[in-house]
């Protein structure tokens, strides 16, 4: 009698099992770059944005929820060639949406979210200070930006392919002595999960 409930109880953990691997936890790397749009632009020349580190991704079929830990740098350079660098720890937190192109297989990917970034560093042509003034002391201690993204996902089973385009509004001031500027950037975003 022991034996046969021990074995029931075993059967009913093993069917148990299955379906929540189909629908667990995946782990992967997320790397992207993309273009940054600063708002006001007051003589910027260019401006691109990196983002690198690690993700996971809760998949509930065609719902899910995708929480990233990365580094952010974004640069920029003004027509006279000078270069500001701010460097943040970002943590997206993103609700996904999945529509089965080809089921089990490949897959179109769309959702948004939060995204919390905590400055860690920031430089204007190598250094940071600025006429005696750090640069740090300037900085929010949490911007907030609105990420918005379509993208696909290829499941070859051993490991997830994806690839996004995130467009992220920046929602809070990121300078304490100026309000009005935003640095909003579109990034395309690339990732693996196993």
Known sequence: MKKSAAFLAGAMVVAAASPAAALGLNYGVRAGYGIGMPDPDDGVDSASVIDAGLAVMLD?????????????????????????????IAIPI?????????PMFLSLDFGGGLEPRFPIGTTLDG????A???LADDRESMPLYLPIFIGTTLDIKLVKLNLDIRYERQLTASSKSNEDARFHEL????????
């Open 60 to 88: 509930l079929a065609i719902l899910g929820l995708e929480v990233d830990l990365l580094y952010n740098r974004q640069t920029t350079k003004d027509k006279g060639g000078i270069e500001g660098v701010q460097s943040n």
């Open 94 to 102: 993103l609700a996904r949406g999945s529509f089965p192109v080809i």
């Open 187 to 194: 990034v395309f975003m690339a990732g693996g999960f196993f």
């Open 127 to 130: 250094e940071d200070k600025v």
């Open 132 to 134: 005696g003034v750090d």
